[in-house]
């Protein structure tokens, strides 16, 4: 059912079914002037006041409740401050003229705080939380992971980011930035010592701290070589330092992956303009999807265009246009517009690429899954990463050699930086213990395979020791106790 204007005959929604539409939309269009046949007669007859053509008087819903509730400035100053800093705002907003005249439309008796109020609310807000990670600190059961990054400014000054990563109280892992330190000669062998230093004494990590992970950009051993000496006079309680890891896991990755790609540029340049000439123009879409139907490719992929600073958007436009290769190959002929056609070697190669990029994009899929994953979980990623790896090396195909070499060297030098912490995981898992070990070792280091299980099996049972030490203290001051 609908309503009818009985002047201009234009209808309008009223009764669905059950539902009623109401009649405010009908009122307004008289009332608005929306209605042409009424607007026409309004401006022949002018209105007088009080008459019945006056227009309706514009009525403003009050909000119940709130005018008794006298202005709190504390509060309000509070959370400009917490705005400010969950947006990145500058502190000078409080003195902008436009925002100045916003906040008096909202609450006219409201008295806008000073610069140095607000930047005074700031840190007080940075010390309560400060105070609220300190207390959480000093009650979880388990020790905290530092994670140290590296970054250059505009200006060439360098910068020091420490990132504390621990499981807390109710078994949730937690990440928190602890530290941002400026680094004045970043070059320096030691420059990144005063940072872990400060950041271990402000958040009283120096008996907590379990493992170091660097940047990839840490490349200078002798940078490395001094953090482990200083957390091994830092931090003796933790395998004197050994823990620190000179890798991150997900970056090793991408700069495999990276690597990679780099090594077979030409050929992905080639499949990537080919993409784009299909999906930049709709006709050439058209052309595209019409020439798949007629060689009926199986094929459920969709072309797309990857971002070429991140390698997983790469390898899925290579999967999708490797699976419709034979479509590339046969719209040279029906296109002759079309001359990027990549040939059959390049498609060859491009499967191959796929093959070990696969790899890295499982591995990485499980990094960034809803779940964190367990620690024992990585092990396994990173055995058969190397296993595929090793194994490839030793292809007779030049290609797949030359391509890979490269990629296993750096999966190497991680592998040994980071066996240890991955090892120990993997043995705390009750279903594999030393077992797994000594099934996958061999694989990975041959001969020499018997040397690194005894380091892991040292380590454990130091490791074992360690924590052990503060229970049996405890237990001999609760005995002594008892006996006196």
């Known amino acids: 059912m609908r309503a009818c204007c009985k002047q201009c005959k234009k209808s309008f929604a009223y009764i669905t079914g059950s539902k009623l539409a109401g009649t405010s939309h009908l009122k307004r269009h008289i009332a608005l002037g929306i209605c042409p046949v009424s607007r026409q007669k309004n401006e022949s007859s002018p209105y007088t006041p009080g008459s019945k053509t006056d227009p309706p008087k514009k009525r403003f819903r009050a909000s119940p409740g709130f005018s008794g509730i006298p202005l709190d400035q504390d509060r309000c100053n509070h959370e400009i401050a917490k705005m400010i800093i969950q947006h990145d705002y500058p502190l000078h907003i409080v003195e902008h003229p436009a925002f100045i005249e916003f906040v008096r439309t909202l609450q006219p008796h409201y008295n806008m705080a000073s610069f140095n109020t607000i930047q005074g609310e700031c840190v007080d807000v940075y010390l309560r939380e400060k105070q609220r990670l300190l207390n959480l600190f000093s009650g979880i059961p388990g020790r905290v992971n530092l994670a140290l990054d590296f970054g250059i400014s505009n200006l060439d000054i360098g910068y020091a980011f420490l990132t504390g990563h621990f499981i807390d109280g109710d078994w949730n892992l937690q990440r928190r930035i602890l530290n941002v330190a400026t680094l004045p000669f970043y070059d320096s062998d030691y420059a990144f010592n005063q940072a872990v230093v400060s950041c271990l004494s402000d958040w009283h990590l120096r008996s907590k701290l379990f493992t170091l992970t660097l940047d990839q950009s840490f490349s200078n051993e002798t940078v490395i070589g001094n953090l482990r000496g200083l957390l091994s006079v830092k931090n003796p309680f933790v395998l004197h330092g050994q ?47 019409e020439l798949r139907q007629q060689l009926q490719v199986p094929s459920t992929k969709i072309l797309i265009i990857d971002n070429q600073t991140k390698w997983n958007t790469t390898y899925q436009m290579l999967v999708a246009a490797s699976e419709l290769k034979e479509v590339f190959t046969c719209l040279d002929t029906s296109d002759p517009v079309y001359r990027i056609n990549p040939s059959t070697d390049d498609w060859k190669k491009a499967d191959i690429l796929c093959t070990y990029l696969k790899l890295l994009y499982d591995a990485a899929n499980i990094l960034t899954g809803p779940t964190y994953p367990p620690a024992h979980v990585f092990y396994h990623e ?103």
């Not at 997900?250 to 340049?269: K, Y």
């Open 243 to 289: 823990l620190l890891k000179g890798s991150c896991y997900a970056r090793v990755l991408s700069h495999l992956a990276q690597d990679a790609l780099s090594a077979t540029g030409e050929i992905v340049r080639r499949i990537r303009e080919s993409v784009k000439y299909v999906k930049t123009s709709e006709a050439h879409d058209e052309k595209f999807n």
């Open 382 to 484: 990173v055995y058969k990463i190397q296993l595929e790896l090793t194994h490839a090396t030793m292809s007779q195909d030049p290609f797949v050699s030359n391509l890979i070499k490269p990629m296993k060297e750096k999966f190497d030098q991680y592998w040994k930086d980071c066996f240890l912490v991955l090892a120990i995981a993997v043995v705390m898992d009750p279903r594999f213990k030393m077992k797994l070990l000594e099934f996958s070792f061999p694989k990975v280091f041959g001969e020499d395979a018997g040397m690194w299980i005894k380091s892991v099996d040292d380590g454990i049972h130091e490791l074992f020791l360690d924590y052990l030490a503060p229970q049996s203290s405890s237990t001999s001051s609760i005995c002594g106790r008892r006996a006196s």
